[in-house]
């Protein structure tokens, strides 16, 4: 069965997203611009992604894909039949289904922000699992979220595929843990992807694609803006960058201004110099040891692990 949803993103009355807005114009405030990385998912972006997942430089999905399929047993017996499991991003077409049909779960409940892209994938996965309960929500996973009455009573478990862990900074990761936490409750589970230290130029190309498809991902923000937030960002201006940041042990996303440019938001006037860079995503890559104790400092505790064969990815199972 696949219910229409629920809607917990806060509009105004242009339909405009206002946390959106925030933060662009505080984010282009800053001495070294930033906008969060949670806003590359309007619907295209999402769809950019998509495509990112199939390219052949971007290891994160077929590693992590490996593992739930070849663990699949391994992770159902640990788990158990029976959970609601509650999706944090809802963007992942190929794991879920694996995850699925590898535990046998009672309900489905994904949570995202992009809504027409959350309501047409559940409406897909519901087709594909018929027996299934799916109650997606559109929601800010970022803060508790209510789930549906008609899961109450069910044991959780919350799955964070992808390594999207990985685009906070250790506070803010912490924070979503332990709201996670809050969100499933005492006792829940929670199977958490999360990305590897590895090859610094392994790395650089998984976020510099050949095709340029991250490019295009990556300046669909600066679209994404000029559509909804009323401004006029000169998208030629700016050239896509990918680099490494070995104090933190991330990649790091860019747009770099090409030339001198000034554009407004909003009606609000920026000016870059150029040279000047928006930073636009941190993907931190984990070891075990960071992995385990970013957890436990979110509120979980570490009851099992796998890798991919090549050892590029991990998939933890931890228990609140
Ligand atoms: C969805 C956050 C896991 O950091 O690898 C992919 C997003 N950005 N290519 C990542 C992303 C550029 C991705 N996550």
Not at 93 to 105: D, E, F, R
Not at 147 to 175: C, Q, W, Y
Not at 219 to 228: F, H, P, S, V, Y
Not at 277 to 301: C, D, M, P, V, Y
């Amino acid at each position: 069965t696949f219910a229409q949803g629920l809607k917990l993103v806060e509009r105004d009355a242009e339909g405009v997203d206002c946390a959106f807005r925030a933060d662009v114009l505080e984010g282009l405030s800053a001495p070294q611009k930033a906008i969060p990385a949670r806003w590359f998912y309007d619907d295209i972006g999402s769809e950019l992604f998509e495509d990112i997942t199939r390219l052949p430089e971007y290891y994160p999905t077929r590693a992590e894909t490996e593992i739930l399929t070849d663990r699949a047993q391994e992770i159902a017996q640990l788990i158990g039949p029976g959970h609601a499991v509650v999706e944090f991003g809802s963007g992942s077409s190929v794991k879920t289904p694996l995850l699925l049909s590898a535990i046998a779960p009672s309900a489905y409940v994904p949570l995202d922000i992009a809504g027409d892209f959350l309501r047409s994938s559940s409406a897909a996965l519901a087709a594909k699992f018929p027996a299934l309960d799916v109650h997606p929500v559109e929601a800010d996973f970022m803060r508790r979220v209510e789930l549906p009455h008609e899961v109450t009573g069910l044991p959780k478990l919350g799955f964070f595929p992808g390594s999207t862990i990985g685009n906070m900074i250790a506070r803010t990761a912490t924070d979503l843990l332990r709201s996670m936490k809050e969100t499933l409750g005492e006792g829940a589970l929670l199977l958490i992807g999360m990305d590897l230290v590895k090859d610094h130029d392994v790395l650089i190309a998984a976020y510099d694609d050949a095709q340029g498809v991250t490019a295009a991902f990556n300046c669909n923000l600066l679209a994404r803006i000029n559509r909804e937030l009323d401004a006029d960002i000169p998208l030629d201006a700016f050239a896509h960058e990918a680099r490494w940041n070995d104090t933190f042990a991330r990649i790091e996303m860019h747009l770099r201004a090409q030339r001198d440019v000034s554009f407004t938001v909003s009606g609000k006037p920026f000016a870059m110099r150029a040279g000047e860079t928006i930073h636009t995503e941190n993907s931190h890559k984990f070891t075990r040891r960071s992995g385990h104790q970013l957890l436990a400092a979110g509120g979980w505790e570490p009851r099992a692990r796998w890798t991919d064969a090549a050892g590029q990815f991990s998939l933890v199972l931890a228990e609140s």
